[in-house]
């Protein structure tokens, strides 16, 4: 499994256009694509990206030796990439790859005079966003939820392209369709009758399915269910960092929670 999704794959191979033709050549032998990328000027430097992202994604988990040890192909072009990010961070490609790692669980940071940048893990392996969101996805698919996996992948795709307000709005639309998904799944003629998303969150902790005696959801309103979705309530979008980080933290969180509730589903059905 690739530490990597496919979005910050993508956008790593962009960013490596910046090559020029020989520093790319050199780049194709470090990661043993020779076979699938000509060297030499015959083709540009744009052309051979596209056969390096073709690459990248027919066998991302394919593992190469780099002089960092063992890596798949996926990572190795990620770490190629973050080597040639610029710490203001004021071009797209630039912005872009930070983005997207930053939703699969990594930061970048440089060294005292801002020219060598290191990939580091923020999150646990446990709850990095490649294997929660492959996880999720196979789950709504297994359980046909076409709705909330509409929305988280819209989710996403506003978070790639920093609409946070967009992004803040679709998690709470992908974390309200799914547990009424649940419900229906679990009890169709119940949960039909519950006229609210919240009624049939409470037909889940009636019949067990959310657990009480966990503050998963009590009647009192004050538990982990009613507190998230409060948090994912609050709108609104203002230019900095801090907006950025939080909504990262709130996809994070999404996609750890619907893991949980989906396993247990599964596990039960």
Request: with cysteine; aromatic share 6%.
């Amino acid at each position: 499994m690739t530490p990597f999704t496919r979005p910050t794959v993508i956008a790593a191979v962009e960013l490596l256009e910046r090559h020029s033709q020989a520093s790319f050549d050199q780049l194709v032998l470090r990661l043993e694509l020779e076979d699938a990328i000509p060297v030499g000027t015959a083709l540009s430097v744009a052309k051979k990206c596209g056969l390096l992202g073709r690459a990248a994604l027919q066998r991302p988990t394919h593992v190469i030796q780099t002089v960092d040890g063992s890596a798949t192909l996926a990572e190795a072009i990620v770490r190629e990439a973050v080597r040639m990010l610029r710490p203001d961070a004021t071009q797209t490609s630039d912005v872009t790859l930070l983005r997207g790692l930053a939703r699969d669980g990594y930061t970048v940071t440089w060294d005292d005079r801002q020219r060598q940048a290191t990939l580091r893990a923020t999150l646990p392996g446990e709850i990095l966003l490649p294997e929660s969101d492959d996880e999720v996805r196979q789950l709504l698919t297994h359980f046909q939820f076409a709705t909330p996996l509409g929305h988280l992948g819209q989710a996403i795709e506003a978070h790639t392209r920093g609409d946070w307000a967009a992004a803040n709005g679709q998690l709470r639309t992908f974390l309200e369709s799914l547990f009424d998904d649940i419900a229906r799944a679990i009890r169709p003629t119940e949960a039909a009758q519950r006229l609210t998303s919240e009624n049939r969150r409470a037909l889940l902790a009636d019949i067990g399915f959310l657990a009480s005696n966990r503050n998963e959801w009590t009647p009192d309103g004050k538990n982990y269910i009613n507190g998230l979705f409060k948090m994912l309530h609050t709108e609104g979008s203002h230019p900095g960092l801090s907006d950025e980080d939080h909504c990262t933290f709130r996809l994070h969180l999404v996609l750890v929670t619907a893991r949980t509730f989906l396993r247990r589903l599964y596990y039960q059905k």
